[in-house]
């Protein structure tokens, strides 16, 4: 048996119980920090598994109820409407709009690679990908990302070892900002910290481009000559990072995905 993140396993005796439970492993909750986690370890046998990728929850797992309030679907069925994706307004004390019509609970997405090291040494038997309604590029892309980050850990230490056999060889370098990325955040590990929201959008945010330089009826330029056709590259939408005067400089990261040859 192993027990969800959902059972909201943030403190030592939470795990205790669910290991005297009769489950061999955990799964931590994804707001949690390497102290945490080296204070879990210390008072556990039990088998650890902590998230390193893919999207967070606003809340905390198994204890947000906002999806279940407002549409009857229980998070904790797996059924979750994802309302924290939704457009929302800021109001001050006497209803005046702040901010109109921003993801104002939306969280980037948790990049962890930096802390796998770490995470080994805190007492983290398994990592955890999220990837819930993900498409095959980005569940090859990021567990390739992640077999490579461990592998190496591995390769240079004596006092670790994989749980499994066998190698996965890919074709390509792997790059989880490729695949679908509302930008990233470490989270909590190193604490709590700011700016792990993206206001703007919920959805893929891509990798950078370049700064468009020039922009001539349905065509535009980037750095370095590049020129895209917007009949010719099927240009379905495009996140414009800033705009400065005059309009022909904008800085965009345009998804991939909306990018291809028609």
């Not at 439970?21 to 370890?41: D, K, M, P, T």
């Not at 604490?191 to 993206?198: D, F, L, P, Y």
Request: with cysteine; glycine share 8%; net charge positive.
């Amino acid at each position: 048996l192993q027990a969800s993140t959902q059972t909201f396993a943030l403190r030592a005796d939470r795990v205790n119980f669910l290991a005297n439970s009769g489950f061999a492993r955990v799964i931590l909750e994804r707001a949690i920090s390497l102290e945490e986690i080296r204070e879990i370890r210390k008072h556990t046998d039990v088998e650890l598994e902590a998230f390193v990728h893919g999207a967070i929850c606003v809340g905390f797992s198994g204890q947000c109820y906002f999806s279940q309030t407002m549409m009857g679907r229980s998070g904790n069925r797996g059924q979750c409407a994802q309302p924290c994706r939704w457009t929302y307004n800021l109001l001050d004390e006497n209803y005046n709009r702040l901010i109109e019509d921003k993801h104002l609970l939306s969280v980037r997405d948790l990049d962890m690679s930096e802390y796998v090291e770490q995470m080994i040494d805190a007492g983290i038997t398994s990592f955890k990908v999220e990837g819930r309604l993900k498409d095959e590029n980005y569940v090859k892309n990021t567990v390739a990302y992640y077999r490579k980050r461990i592998d190496s850990v591995i390769a240079r230490r004596g006092d670790c070892q994989r749980s499994s056999f066998g190698n996965s060889v890919v074709g390509f370098e792997p790059a989880p900002e490729k695949t679908f990325a509302r930008g990233f955040t470490d989270w909590f590990i190193s604490g709590k910290m700011g700016k792990v929201a993206e206001f703007n959008t919920p959805k893929a945010t891509g990798s950078r481009v370049g700064k468009v330089r020039k922009v001539v009826g349905k065509s535009f330029e980037l750095d370095g000559s590049k020129k895209f056709i917007c009949s010719k590259y099927n240009i379905s939408s495009l996140g414009i990072e800033s705009l400065k005067t005059p309009p022909s400089f904008i800085s965009i990261t345009p998804s991939l995905s909306t990018i291809g040859l028609a």
